[in-house]
């Protein structure tokens, strides 16, 4: 049996008894390293386009919850934060006047917002709706320190 011995240089050679084809050892490895840099700049961009398409989802169904409670219903919906927790789920936090909080007309916004929900979650978007009532003691800077990094409506006093 013969032994086949690599000769040593910066490049793969070729071993002995061999020849070499169109490809090196080194072509192939550079081919290879391309084609993953290929992947990997694919794949983000299949996450930004799919987290730009999610997130701008949840912010038009979160707007359609907040008008209508305010066009349709005159709830006094006065801030809605949106949270991306991933590229997939989004949560929204709405501040509603705490005398409309404890409205019946209420009821009616918070049975259509999980009619919304209901229609539009799926395996790759999902998002929930929280109200809670505005007041004196609502702290904003916790909000946005729990990860709801936009908002959307007028000024809250």
Do not use: H, L
């Given at each position: 049996m013969t032994a086949i011995t690599l000769k040593?240089?910066?490049?793969i050679a070729t071993p002995e008894k061999w020849e070499k084809n169109t490809f090196s050892s080194?072509?192939?490895?550079s081919?290879?390293?391309?084609?993953?840099k290929h992947q990997q700049k694919k794949?983000?961009?299949?996450f930004t386009d799919k987290f730009k398409k999610n997130l701008n989802k949840a912010a038009v169904l979160s707007e359609a919850i907040f008008n209508?409670?305010?066009?349709?219903?005159?709830?006094d919906i006065q801030k809605a934060f949106l949270r991306p927790d991933n590229f997939e789920n989004y949560e929204v936090l709405f501040i509603v006047s705490s005398n409309d909080y404890i409205s019946p007309k209420f009821s009616d916004i918070f049975i259509k917002s999980h009619l919304i929900k209901?229609?539009?979650?799926?395996?790759?978007f999902h998002i929930s709706f929280r109200f809670m009532p505005n007041s004196k003691?609502?702290?904003?800077?916790?909000?946005?320190?729990?990860?709801y990094m936009f908002e959307y409506g007028k000024k809250v006093d």
């Open positions: 040593t240089s910066p490049q080194d072509d192939m490895w081919a290879f390293q391309r084609g993953e794949q983000e961009q299949e209508t409670a305010i066009n349709d219903y005159s709830v209901s229609e539009f979650n799926d395996k790759e003691s609502v702290n904003f800077e916790c909000i946005y320190s729990d990860g």
